[in-house]
């Protein structure tokens, strides 16, 4: 069997997130699904570099994979866009060495979350419009203290798995879009609801009179309770995976 990486971006609207789950619609399951259709039998199980939950979308989604197929890696992605429905598309599909692992080896992920600032059908798709609207300046204070290695337990959601709370964040930073602001976070890993907890988080840390300092406390604590609420899965995006080489996927 040969190896395979692909690179996979989706509109996770109509999933039921990344992971296979019996009776219910998942990227996993499209992707291997379709690949069966060109590859036959003989593959193996898909590992994503993020396991994005319902809702959640995706630009830089990293998938490896083996497969018993005499195909060239560059002819995968044509024949998997022709046959994938409209909200999943393969933007890259490579060789790679056998143990290549798209989850295990990859050093750092970056999210991106958007704000809009006023209602907009189409945008909603992608972005949420909170209640009420922060203060630019307010909410990077509000972000800046999450830049460095810390123990994250105050934004990780019940249900999560991960076993390591402590992540090393290289980057928090927001930015403008066409419509609003955006979050762009970069983590060695990523705790269960994280990103959507820390955008809640900010948002009420801007309301304060301090908001770097309610972000601080709310770190310090390491209990969900003392965090904002969960964003919508809408705004969210996984937008890049860093890995060893030395270049993103």
């Known amino acids: 069997?040969?190896?395979?990486?692909?690179?996979?971006?989706?509109?996770?609207?109509?999933?039921?997130?990344?992971?296979?789950?019996?009776?219910l619609r998942t990227v996993q399951g499209v992707l291997e699904q379709t690949l069966r259709e060109i590859a036959g039998d003989g593959l193996s199980k898909l590992t994503g570099a993020g396991r994005t939950d319902a809702g959640?979308?995706?630009?830089?989604?990293?998938?490896?994979?083996?497969?018993?197929?005499?195909?060239?890696?560059?002819?995968?992605?044509?024949k998997l866009n022709r046959r994938l429905p409209d909200d999943v598309r393969v933007r890259e599909a490579v060789e790679v060495a056998p143990?290549?692992?798209?989850?295990?080896?990859?050093?750092?992920?970056?999210?991106?979350?958007?704000?809009?600032e006023r209602d907009d059908v189409l945008l909603e798709r992608f972005a949420w419009?909170?209640?009420?609207?922060?203060?630019?300046?307010?909410?990077?204070?509000?972000?800046?203290?999450?830049?460095?290695?810390h123990d994250c337990s105050a934004f990780r959601a019940?249900?999560?798995?991960?076993?390591?709370?402590?992540?090393r964040i290289s980057r928090a930073s927001w930015t403008r879009w066409e419509a609003g602001?955006?979050?762009?976070?970069?983590?060695?890993?990523?705790?269960?609801?994280?990103?959507?907890?820390?955008?809640?988080?900010?948002?009420a840390a801007a309301a304060t009179e301090d908001p770097a300092?309610?972000?601080?406390?709310?770190?310090?604590?390491?209990?969900?309770?003392?965090a904002g609420r969960t964003a919508p899965a809408c705004g969210l995006c996984l937008e890049e995976v860093y890995y060893p080489t030395g270049g993103m996927a």
């Open 181 to 203: 602001w955006r979050l762009d976070i970069v983590a060695d890993h990523f705790l269960y609801h994280m990103v959507r907890n820390v955008v809640g988080t900010a948002l």
């Open 158 to 167: 019940s249900g999560g798995a991960e076993s390591r709370p402590v992540c």
């Open 99 to 116: 143990e290549f692992n798209a989850r295990f080896e990859a050093l750092a992920r970056r999210y991106a979350y958007q704000l809009i």
């Open 213 to 226: 300092a309610a972000m601080r406390r709310v770190l310090d604590s390491r209990d969900r309770r003392q």
């Open 56 to 78: 959640v979308h995706a630009r830089g989604q990293v998938v490896s994979f083996a497969a018993e197929t005499r195909l060239p890696g560059r002819a995968l992605a044509p």
């Open 129 to 149: 419009r909170p209640p009420r609207w922060p203060d630019p300046e307010r909410l990077a204070h509000a972000t800046r203290p999450l830049e460095g290695t």
């Open 1 to 23: 069997m040969r190896a395979f990486r692909l690179t996979v971006a989706y509109d996770g609207t109509s999933f039921h997130g990344w992971q296979s789950q019996p009776g």
